[in-house]
């Protein structure tokens, strides 16, 4: 097997020694004591692999991997839910996270017992790639999924960007509202003002972490595809044009008339494409399925870079769409000693452990079945 010529870095451990769920999804009660390295999940489909996933994924974002709303996350006919972790730092330091939804009070967010005013300081204080099955909609779905992508990634780099990116939305969607009833020239201009303030901001950030992604998916994508083939992510953005004040006043009649901002950084788009073409419609579902993989792994060499901590990664359905050449190599890459803790689920016991045995994988194994989870 061909290997990854990447420089190992080591970074900071910071990983989840234990995880206690009430009312999570299908999950009444779980605690979980967890390896620093490899988490096997393994059960039958609708079992709960994902729900433990999303919980850790909770504890480090504040909101699910996939669902719309926190009530969504609470088990049916109950009122709240509660996930805590246990972390261990540098120095054996532990730190604990508790989330709690309940219907009526609302999502409490607590780190060493004290709360948070703001959810957003959270959020990238324990760093997390999650690699999903529902990725795909990243190549599939329309550009608005994958700005949410975008967004996400960065506001755990840059809390400042966070920032940015939430009053940049405030003002749009103030001025759309605006735009409904008036097409006063002086409250349009003031708008535009703000919205170029907050919106260059934007698009710096977001162009400068695509220039630094560039490259690394590139590199991991040959890596998992050996050499086969090669692939190009890039940023396109109408302020690669002009200034977001001009593009504004170029467009302020459009929008008069459409009652509808139609120019912005809320227009940009990532351009994936294989061998020169689009990935949507040109890649295969291996293919397509390794990009992403190149994608989280660029994503997770940066935060790791970053914050100097190796972020916690959950490999939900490992061998989803890939072949066993291209799970091997990734699991020779994630064992290197760069990466920290891995979440890994699938429904195949058997096929888990026999790829893990050959790559020489120490790891431990749950088995969870209708939202049980036992070692
Ligand atoms: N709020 C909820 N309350 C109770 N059960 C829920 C809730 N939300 C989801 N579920 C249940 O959780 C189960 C799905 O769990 P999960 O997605 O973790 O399965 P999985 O083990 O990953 O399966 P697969 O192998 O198909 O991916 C489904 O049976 C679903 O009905
Ligand atoms: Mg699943």
């Given at each position: 097997?061909?290997?990854?010529?990447?420089?190992?870095?080591?970074?900071?451990?910071?990983?989840?020694?234990?995880?206690?769920?009430?009312?999570?999804?299908?999950?009444?009660?779980?605690?979980?004591?967890?390896?620093?390295?490899?988490?096997?999940?393994?059960?039958?489909?609708?079992?709960?692999?994902?729900?433990?996933?999303?919980?850790?994924?909770?504890?480090?974002?504040?909101?699910?991997?996939?669902?719309?709303?926190?009530?969504?996350?609470?088990?049916?006919?109950?009122?709240?839910?509660?996930?805590?972790?246990?972390?261990?730092?540098?120095?054996?330091?532990?730190?604990?996270?508790?989330?709690?939804?309940?219907?009526?009070?609302?999502?409490i967010?607590?780190?060493?017992?004290?709360?948070?005013?703001?959810?957003?300081?959270?959020?990238?204080?324990?760093p997390?790639?999650?690699?999903?099955?529902?990725?795909?909609e990243?190549?599939m779905?329309?550009?608005?999924?994958?700005?949410?992508?975008?967004?996400?990634?960065?506001?755990?780099?840059?809390?400042?960007?966070?920032?940015?990116?939430?009053?940049?939305?405030a003002?749009?969607?103030?001025?759309?509202?605006?735009?409904?009833?008036?097409?006063?020239?002086?409250?349009?201009?003031?708008?535009?003002?703000?919205?170029?303030?907050?919106?260059t901001?934007?698009?710096?950030?977001?162009?400068?972490?695509?220039?630094?992604?560039?490259?690394?998916?590139?590199?991991?994508?040959?890596?998992?595809?050996?050499?086969?083939?090669?692939?190009?992510?890039?940023?396109?953005?109408?302020?690669?044009?002009?200034?977001?004040?001009?593009?504004?006043?170029?467009?302020?009649?459009?929008?008069?008339?459409?009652?509808?901002t139609?120019?912005?950084?809320?227009?940009?788009?990532?351009?994936?494409k294989?061998?020169?073409?689009?990935?949507?419609?040109?890649?295969s579902?291996?293919?397509?399925?390794?990009?992403?993989?190149?994608?989280?792994?660029?994503?997770?060499?940066?935060?790791?870079?970053?914050?100097?901590?190796r972020?916690?990664?959950?490999?939900?359905?490992?061998?989803?769409?890939?072949?066993?050449?291209?799970?091997?190599?990734?699991?020779?890459?994630?064992?290197?000693?760069?990466?920290?803790?891995i979440?890994?689920?699938?429904?195949?016991?058997?096929?888990?452990?026999?790829?893990?045995?050959?790559?020489?994988?120490?790891?431990?194994?749950?088995?969870?079945?209708?939202?049980?989870?036992?070692?």
């Amino acid at each position: 097997m061909k290997n990854c010529n990447f420089v190992v870095q080591i970074y900071f451990v910071m990983w989840l020694k234990r995880l206690s769920l009430i009312n999570f999804k299908n999950i009444r009660q779980a605690d979980i004591d967890l390896s620093e390295r490899f988490n096997c999940f393994v059960g039958d489909n609708g079992a709960g692999k994902t729900n433990v996933l999303d919980a850790v994924y909770y504890l480090s974002m504040s909101k699910s991997a996939f669902t719309m709303t926190d009530g969504q996350s609470v088990s049916h006919g109950e009122d709240f839910f509660v996930a805590e972790g246990t972390y261990v730092a540098e120095s054996e330091r532990q730190e604990s996270v508790n989330c709690t939804f309940s219907r009526k009070g609302g999502k409490i967010l607590k780190r060493n017992g004290k709360e948070y005013d703001r959810l957003a300081d959270h959020v990238g204080s324990f760093p997390l790639v999650i690699v999903s099955p529902r990725d795909t909609e990243l190549i599939m779905d329309a550009a608005d999924e994958r700005r949410r992508y975008l967004n996400g990634f960065i506001s755990q780099l840059d809390r400042s960007y966070l920032a940015s990116m939430m009053r940049y939305n405030a003002v749009l969607a103030e001025r759309n509202r605006f735009l409904k009833g008036s097409s006063d020239e002086q409250m349009l201009l003031i708008y535009d003002m703000q919205l170029a303030e907050h919106g260059t901001k934007v698009y710096e950030r977001r162009g400068a972490v695509v220039e630094q992604m560039r490259g690394l998916v590139e590199e991991y994508y040959r890596y998992l595809s050996e050499d086969k083939e090669t692939v190009e992510i890039a940023y396109r953005s109408e302020l690669e044009q002009m200034p977001l004040s001009e593009l504004l006043l170029r467009s302020r009649e459009r929008d008069i008339i459409n009652q509808f901002t139609c120019s912005g950084v809320h227009r940009d788009d990532l351009i994936f494409k294989i061998g020169g073409y689009p990935l949507r419609k040109y890649g295969s579902q291996g293919q397509q399925k390794s990009f992403l993989m190149a994608l989280k792994l660029a994503q997770f060499r940066m935060l790791a870079e970053h914050t100097q901590e190796r972020p916690i990664l959950l490999l939900d359905d490992l061998f989803d769409k890939l072949d066993i050449g291209r799970v091997q190599r990734l699991l020779s890459l994630v064992s290197a000693e760069e990466f920290g803790q891995i979440f890994i689920t699938d429904c195949n016991k058997l096929r888990l452990e026999d790829t893990l045995l050959s790559a020489g994988v120490e790891y431990k194994l749950f088995k969870v079945e209708a939202g049980e989870v036992m070692l």
